[in-house]
C-alpha cells in the first residue's frame, strides 16, 4: 500500500500570495491530521477530519488558515496572503480509527515564503 | 493540560551498544496512548512503537521496547544492539484517549547518532 501522498513537496511563494497544499491519505484511513514542523515550534497541531468532517481545528491560526476534505481520498490546507513566518513543513497524517491510534506521516511540503 | 517534555536533546552511542531516551507527559486524563515516532534525515517520520495507559506490560517491536512507569508518567524508549542507521531524531507524542480530539502532542524531540 502507498503511504500518505503530499504534494507540492516544495513550494515557494512571494508575500502576499496564496499557497495550496494537497493530501491524499492511505486508502481506507478514516482520520487525516495536518501538523506543522518549525525548528522554533518543533511539531505543532493544525487541525483534523474523522470521516471527512472537520472535527478538531484549534491548532489553525484563526485568520489567513483554512482546511477541506471534499473526498475520502483527499485534503487540503490552504494559506492566504502567506507570510514569511508561515514558512515551516507542512505535514499530514492519517490513522485507520478509533482503535487505532497510530498516525502514519506523509512526506511534508515545505513551504517557503520569501 | 497536555505536555509532552524531552530533556535530552542529543545523545551519542557506539553502535551495537544499547541506549535509552527519557520522556515524560503530562495529562488528565485517565486513559491515554503514548508513542515513540523517529525522524530520518530526510524528513520522514516514522511510527516506531506505542504505549497505551491501560497495559502494564511494556511494549516490545523488533529492537525498540518502552520502559513504562505510569507513576512517574513516564515512557522510555531504548533501543538494543544500534545501528547506524538508527541515527535520527526520535520524537515521544502522547494522545488522550477521552477526549474528542485524536491529535498527538509531541515532544522536542532526541537527536541519536550512532557512531562506528
Known amino acids: 500500500n502507498a503511504g500518505v501522498i503530499q504534494t507540492p513537496r516544495h513550494k515557494v511563494t512571494g508575500k502576499g500570495q496564496e499557497a495550496t497544499l494537497w493530501c491524499e491519505p492511505i486508502?481506507?484511513?478514516?482520520?487525516v491530521f495536518w501538523y506543522r514542523q518549525t525548528i522554533v515550534q518543533g511539531l505543532e497541531f493544525l487541525t483534523y477530519f474523522r470521516n471527512q468532517a472537520p472535527i478538531d481545528d484549534s491548532g489553525m491560526p484563526k485568520e489567513r488558515f483554512s482546511a477541506q476534505m471534499p473526498n475520502q481520498s483527499h485534503s487540503t490546507l490552504k494559506i492566504q496572503s502567506t507570510q514569511p513566518q508561515d514558512s515551516a513543513v507542512y505535514l499530514c497524517?492519517?490513522?485507520?480509527?478509533?482503535?487505532?491510534?497510530?498516525?502514519?506521516f506523509g512526506p511534508g511540503t515545505r513551504l517557503t515564503v520569501l | 493540560a497536555q505536555k509532552v517534555t524531552q530533556t535530552q536533546t542529543s545523545i551519542s552511542v557506539v553502535e551495537k551498544t544499547t541506549v535509552t531516551m527519557d520522556c515524560v507527559y503530562e495529562t488528565r486524563d485517565s486513559s491515554y496512548f503514548l508513542f515513540w515516532y523517529k525522524q530520518t534525515a530526510s524528513g520522514e517520520i516514522v511510527f516506531l512503537i506505542r504505549?497505551?495507559?491501560?497495559?502494564?506490560e511494556n511494549a516490545t517491536v523488533g529492537h525498540y521496547s518502552l520502559n513504562f512507569q505510569k507513576p512517574k508518567s513516564s515512557i522510555g524508549l531504548i533501543i538494543t544492539a544500534t545501528q547506524i542507521e538508527d541515527s535520527a531524531v526520535y520524537f515521544c507524542?502522547?494522545?488522550?484517549?477521552?477526549?474528542?480530539?485524536?491529535?498527538?502532542?509531541f515532544g522536542s524531540g532526541t537527536q541519536l547518532t550512532v557512531m562506528p
Open positions: 486508502s481506507g484511513h478514516s482520520a
Open positions: 507524542a502522547m494522545r488522550e484517549a477521552s477526549s474528542g480530539s485524536w491529535q498527538l502532542i
Open positions: 497524517a492519517s490513522s485507520l480509527g478509533p482503535n487505532y491510534a497510530e498516525q502514519f
Open positions: 504505549q497505551d495507559s491501560y497495559k502494564k
